[in-house]
């Protein structure tokens, strides 16, 4: 393959990479970290792809007018301005909003399953289950049995979060509450400002259920143990 001698050849062989390029940097931002993201050859095969597939339909569109610009003649030599703003469309935005579509697509609950790859495959992307335990995960108390044998928990809401993959498993829990032996939620800690977890090393992480009543206001019937609940009322069944 011949060096570029020419401006127009140059903006030529940078039409021929720079989509790709544009629409994998767009993609890892609005996806963050994934396993095929990890692999560099994968993201270099994926970004040559559609710069493949986005140069031959520009080739549809506009294949002339490009062959003209790489021999120096044409419309699009004499128009600077113009074959600016159609090369920042045609490399820039297009590969952008391509990405942005995609990632659209993937979030919106209500497309056709038809029409997506669960449709076809039993295949689940999800890396991680601990990713899969926390993805969509609605407002619950959460519990971790640390390796120490220590529980530690909170109530787990928007303002919480986990870590996902590659990174290590961690927690932050928005409202901290006090833990009996048992694993039992006894009360809320007072002025809690969250409580961060590392749970590499923990034997078991829960979610106990989903609290539709505010938490705040009725500590003293929500925060009780289910097995506590269910304890009295079979002894409140037996002294009946």
Sequence with gaps: MSVPSSVPQLIILVAFILPGIVYQSVRSRLRGPAPDELNATSKVL???AVSTALVLFYGL???PELVDLARGKGWL???SRWTALIGLVLLLVIPAALALGEQW??????????LTLSGLTTYDPTPAAWDFAFRDREECFVRVLTNEGRWIGGWFDPDSFASSFP???ELYIA???KMGEDGSFIDEVTNSRGIYIRCDDARVVEFIGSVTA??????NSESKPQRAEEEQEAFDAREA
């Design 175 to 177: 409202q901290q509450w």
């Design 167 to 169: 990174e290590p498993r």
């Design 61 to 63: 569109l506009i294949g």
């Design 77 to 79: 030599v004499h128009h």
């Design 46 to 48: 994926r970004a040559t």
């Design 214 to 219: 505010n938490v705040n206001s009725e500590i």
């Design 105 to 114: 697509w993937t979030l919106w609950e209500g497309r056709p399953a038809k």
